[in-house]
């Protein structure tokens, strides 16, 4: 294979909306690489019991309208056949299984090689390419602080990437920590069937009235200051605050709601809470949220010294042959689809603009 004009890695709402606006723009020297073994990206692994009725939206991909879905259908099966449908109608040759291991300066002056492995964990041969865009998201790195204790602990501990239904936990007592939507939407589960503790570090911070455009234009500047600026990126949660809906109200009058702070240490059979009493536990589900899947550009050295990656758009600041998609303001669904466009137009510009390595 020759030198390829970009490099997609991961075939998700992101990577898919770069892919079709990469060959929109004419650029055709493109390879897509997804570590699924099939469409959908972090879709394919929500849990069973979150429909299309208690998702919280999908946006469409681009120029293909979500079809009409049955609201009891889960989204682990309805959003990937829709991401599967919009592949067959573009044509998309996407490589899968494969995972990228490694993006790092080539020899060839301006290039960049993409190390990458298949299903059977052999390496593959080594990409050439004149930009990156990485689509990975976070949904392979799960964040779970470190507790004291957390070892002791003989209930079961995990993460919300591990949550498939609340009748596993049927009768237990459990512990959810974590102070954004997917906490609440295992609280509000877990309640029917069982004793559950809300757990947060800071208390959390309410929005009344509905979540207006407005809204979301000042909480995406939020996050395209800190971007900017190289600091590390936070949760969506912590620029939008949680909303007060009807179902949130109905749980927070059955006692739901009642928020404790963040418990001192884990013990065999419970938590020491932080006013120093003991609480027996069956369980903890960690909604603590992820962390960006960045490993493989580590030789690039991207982070800057404030601990983040400091952008430029779609384009990291100190090395625009990469743009990180999903990351900072484009780290939702709609932004996603804004950023596969922007990403594109970008480097068609570079490319006609000599900006990246010649031909």
Do not use: C, K
Not at 219 to 231: D, I, S, T
Not at 246 to 256: F, K, L, V, Y
Request: glycine share 12%; charged share 25%; net charge neutral.
């Amino acid at each position: 294979m020759g030198i390829l004009d970009a490099v997609v890695i991961g075939a998700g709402q992101a990577g898919l909306s770069a892919a079709h606006h990469l060959r929109e723009r004419g650029i055709e020297a493109v390879a897509v690489l997804d570590a699924e073994t099939g469409p959908g990206g972090a879709w394919r692994h929500r849990w069973d019991s979150l429909t299309m009725a208690t998702v919280n939206g999908i946006r469409e991909l681009p120029d293909m309208p979500v079809p009409a879905l049955d609201d009891h259908v889960s989204a682990n099966i309805a959003v990937p056949a829709y991401f599967a449908a919009f592949e067959e109608r573009e044509g998309l040759e996407i490589q899968r299984p494969v995972r990228a291991t490694r993006v790092e300066n080539a020899p060839d002056a301006g290039l960049l090689h993409v190390r990458s492995v298949g299903p059977d964990g052999a390496e593959r041969p080594v990409l050439r390419t004149r930009a990156v865009l990485n689509a990975t998201g976070t949904w392979t790195r799960p964040f779970v602080p470190t507790l004291p204790g957390a070892t002791d602990f003989r209930g079961r501990q995990l993460h919300t990437a591990e949550y498939r239904s609340a009748e596993e936990f049927a009768g237990q007592r459990v512990a959810v920590v974590g102070g954004g939507i997917s906490a609440l939407g295992h609280l509000l589960e877990l309640a029917d069937v069982a004793e559950t503790h809300w757990h947060t570090r800071r208390e959390p911070e309410w929005r009344e009235g509905p979540f207006t455009e407005e809204a979301g234009r000042d909480a995406v500047a939020g996050v395209e200051e800190r971007a900017r600026a190289g600091l590390p990126i936070g949760s969506v949660v912590s620029h939008t605050g949680l909303l007060w809906t009807p179902a949130m109200r109905e749980a927070a009058a059955r006692g739901i709601l009642a928020r404790r702070e963040m418990f001192q240490r884990l013990l065999p059979h419970g938590v020491l809470e932080a006013d120093g009493t003991v609480t027996g536990l069956d369980a903890i589900v960690w909604a603590t949220g992820f962390r960006h899947a960045l490993r493989h550009l580590a030789p690039l050295r991207l982070r800057g010294p404030a601990g983040g990656i400091a952008m430029d758009g779609t384009a990291v600041a100190a090395d625009p042959r990469i743009h990180l998609l999903g990351y900072g303001p484009s780290a939702s669904t709609i932004g996603a689809n804004r950023a596969g466009r922007a990403a594109a137009r970008r480097l068609l510009r570079d490319l006609e603009e000599g900006r990246l390595a010649a031909q």
